[in-house]
């Protein structure tokens, strides 16, 4: 049975949820909150595929993101699902994070989809560190340098596919909308370089980008099994070098 909780496009996102709610879990056993409430910072946290099922869980969530439109999808499906008390949206960026946050007030802080597009991605990782409380979590959730290549080069893309392989950020030409890509080890260096212990790296999205729709469409359970194919592959650490995209779970020590 699938988890009403968890974000749409389970497929694209189950690998990080499960590892999110497991540390939440963890979270709340370790530092007993009142009421087992967490107070959760999402950085570009969009519309909410993560905020408002971590709303509906019990928990706080401050959203930070830079879009007035994506803001406002995220006030009207907080509303919907029933926790617009616990969501609160704020425009803003990773780059002025303070601007519109307290430091050192957030249990866990999200970091999806941001060290892409920041100008200065180890910048970015200790703003988001400072946000955190001494016993905080990260998720930091990247894109991967490696799924680039694969993706190109299975498109028929080989120079394309060359050139985000030898260029240090993952970058495949003039039209790719990515300005950068990381590997394992460069999202754990920076992670590790900003104070914070790296407790796991999953691959995300190893196979699910790679499968055409139609048959997962057209063969019964295709697309549940595929899930749980993605779960045995996440942790593996020869399949980070083709996911689509990297998720870093660390903590204070």
């Excluded at 401050?62 to 406002?72: E, K, M, Q, R, Y």
């Excluded at 704020?90 to 249990?107: I, K, N, P, T, W």
Aim: proline share 6%; net charge negative; charged share 20%.
């Amino acid at each position: 049975m699938s988890d009403p909780l968890r974000p749409r496009a389970s497929l694209r996102t189950a690998v990080v949820w499960e590892v999110l709610r497991d540390a939440l879990d963890r979270r709340v056993k370790a530092a007993a909150p009142a009421g087992g409430v967490l107070d959760v910072l999402d950085t570009g946290g969009g519309s909410g595929k993560f905020a408002v099922p971590l709303a509906a869980l019990g928990h706080r969530v401050t959203v930070v993101d830079p879009s007035p439109n994506a803001l406002f999808a995220l006030e009207r499906r907080a509303a919907e699902a029933g926790v617009a008390e616990r969501v609160r949206g704020v425009q803003g960026d990773a780059s002025g994070l303070f601007d519109v946050v307290e430091r050192g007030s957030y249990d866990v802080v999200l970091c999806h989809g941001v060290l892409e597009y920041v100008d200065d991605p180890a910048q970015g990782v200790r703003n988001v560190i400072e946000a955190l409380r001494p016993a905080g979590t990260l998720s930091l959730l990247a894109a991967g340098q490696g799924g680039a290549v694969l993706a190109r080069a299975l498109a028929g893309h080989f120079t394309e596919a060359r050139q985000a392989l030898a260029d240090p950020a993952g970058h495949w030409g003039a039209g790719d909308p990515v300005p950068r890509r990381f590997t394992a080890g460069r999202l754990s260096e920076l992670v590790e370089a900003a104070g914070l212990e790296v407790g796991s790296v999953h691959g995300v999205r190893v196979f699910a980008d790679l499968v055409p729709g139609v048959l997962l469409d057209a063969e019964p359970g295709a697309r549940e099994a595929l899930a749980q194919l993605e779960a045995a592959a996440a942790a593996l650490p020869a399949f980070h070098s083709v996911a689509t995209q990297l998720h870093v779970l660390a903590e204070r020590g």
